[in-house]
């Protein structure tokens, strides 16, 4: 028997077995109609936060708050802000009835190895939406790569205007507030406590969420009269700023402004106050410091040189609204201490989700995208919230925070000095700070 | 004039950092000759010493305070440390103010300790090998200490102040005859340096003006010829890698008040450290030291304002350039011994 190879043969051949290689994709595609949908009773979701590095005390307090909306999604525990939100679609049955699970990630504060874990999240766990962070680097590189997988990304702590600004996607969606509002909440209570003939001198973090927040803080107070006298850029690696606090004392600034978080804020801010910053009397007034993002969690290592310091801040456990009380009592009967403003904003974020998905019928992508676009929620601890369509960005009302004199607690470091209503904060999509991006279109994947 | 005087009181205090890791670094290469990449983490663990000395002692008795309530409003639980329970409140309060020179004395064990079973239950093991093996081995070990730390007492900066008299600053300027409030410098970091300068002040006596020094130096300078003079060199050399521990547990111990101590806080200094003993020459101590104090105060001058408007961004390579510079000019560094990593 002879087996001669035709050309005739070869094409059935090849036809067959390219049709062949090619079934399991064309029922791919037409089995699911956007990335990792949910097939079976579950859901799961990926919180992707810092388990290491130096946000790690943060990323465990989001882990917390995550593991206890899920608890409340799956109607354990006591509800928490599921009985104080204004959408009541959320009936504690999971999320359209499918039990949530979740898995975790490391980003270990990194842009590579943030994208690494959700990237794994989504492609072997299934992870139908990725949500944390406690930096503006790693949420605007998870967001991207959300985008592209066709997955709704719910953003942590990420205060960088850059998020919801030149960076933002149509798959992004961030509850914290932002530089820029960080500006217009605290600047007229700069003005007002330390008068507007003031002058300024910068120490900025050198990366994305640094030069917006320096952006941000120097064209509102220059506009109620305040003077920058010089803006210093300084490594996000520097762990000592005696170098860049000294030549503070050489000019004629009499206020400090230091664009730090995390470890970069405890040392600058200690470094300033063991150079006699705060005992200087300069143009015949008192200096002044301020941060103007304040985290409680690093306010601690910071101890007692907090005190008198004004700062902004998301949200703070010893707001007396309905929800932040039920949240605070959810969490601290659960963990035995108040939960971070970092806790806050990722338990608020998934509530979010949930109920975007229940209002929407859906766990599409894009339909989710369009049910959070434009909506208006309150009972989640800021007041009346619009989670903005035109760049997906919450406007809420902002904390101004005062570093306590008189501590009642290894808690009680902040005490709330105003609430900026959120009409102060408001800015236009178009605003120039956020300029040079677009949303683009939802991508729903597969 | 005043904002050059600034720079140098900067320099000589991160300067005293970078001396005495890099002193220690350089004993324990000129002894054992091994490359202790673990030496950043010993710093570290100096620093946590002084924290738990004062997590130590303010342990605490709980009371409950019914007029009062925390967070949840239940009634306040009030803690009063057990040291002013038993000393009184102002004299337990003293000790607690007091808990980082205190934390000296806390900590020599301690570094001691853990520097011999570092010595003699991993570092021992790899005398014979290539320094490559050394690097990688110390290495892990750095991370695993950092790593234990973490999970110990968490990722955030813990603040353990300088007693109360010492946190402030004084008028350094005024007593130089210059305008009032122009030089401001704060008193732990003067006191940080007077440390370091006895620290490293005792190091070299103890080697110089000892029957054991004099042992070390002659072992540092042929190992083999002490050997065979029936004197057991590898004791002693273990005794140096103790005694460097505890000289860079003691860094870190009064180093603890200037930063807040977090557990990467040895990785941050390690790398400058390598750079400040290459600069200063392998196995040299006298080296290492100039070189720390010569390469600290170079980048306080790089960080001021008017030498980065001209070379913006020179802050953070000026430690870099000024050593590839030496090295290129003289190879063996500042204070280099022929024939030390040279075969």
Redesign the interface.
Known sequence: MTNKLTRRGLLKTGAVGGAGLALPTIFTTGAHAFTNEPSGGTVTLGFNVPQ??????EGADELRAYMLAVEHLNGEGDGGMLNTFSSKVLEGNGILGKKVEYVTGDTQTKSDAARASAKSMIEKDGAIMITGGSSSGVAVAVQSLCQEAGVIFMAGLTHSNDTTGKDKKANGFRHFFNAYMSGAALAPVLAKTYGTDRKAYHLTADYTWGWTQEESIVAATEALGWETV?T?KT?L?A??F???I??V??TDADVLILNHY??NM??SL??AV???LR??VVNGKNFEIVVPLFSR??A??????VKGILGSTNWH??LQDEGSQAF??SF??KYG??PSQAAHTCYVQTLLYADAVARAGSFNPCAVGEALEGFEFDGMGNGPTLYRAEDHQCFKDVLVVRGKENP??E??LLEVVEVTPVGQVTYAPDHPMFAGGALGSCNPGA | MDAIILQILNGLDKGSAYALIALGLTLIFGTLGVVNFAHGALFMIGAFCAVTLNKLLNLSVETVDPTRTDFLGNPLKVKTPYVETWFGPEFGHAIIDWSVPLAILFSIPIMIAIGFIMERGLIKHFYRRPHADQILVTFGLAIVLQELIKHYYGANPIQTPAPGAFRGSFDFGAMLGFDPNTIIYPYWRMIYFAFAAVIIGGVFAFLQFTTFGMVVRAGMADRETVGLLGINIDKRFTIMFGLAAAVAGLAGVMYAPINSPNYHMGMDFLVLSFVVVVVGGMGSLPGAVAAGFLLGILESFASMNEIKSILPGIDQIIIYVAAIIILLTRPRGLLGRKGVMED
Do not use: H, I
């Open positions: 290491s590095g130096p946000y790690a005390d010089q210093v490594p690696s762990t000592d005696s170098s860049y000294t030549p004392l050489q995390g470890g405890v040392n200690t470094n063991q150079f006699g005992e200087k969690l690093m601690r290592g910071a101890g007692e040189n456990w010893s605070v009592k601290g009967t201490f108040p009642t607690s808690f009680d």
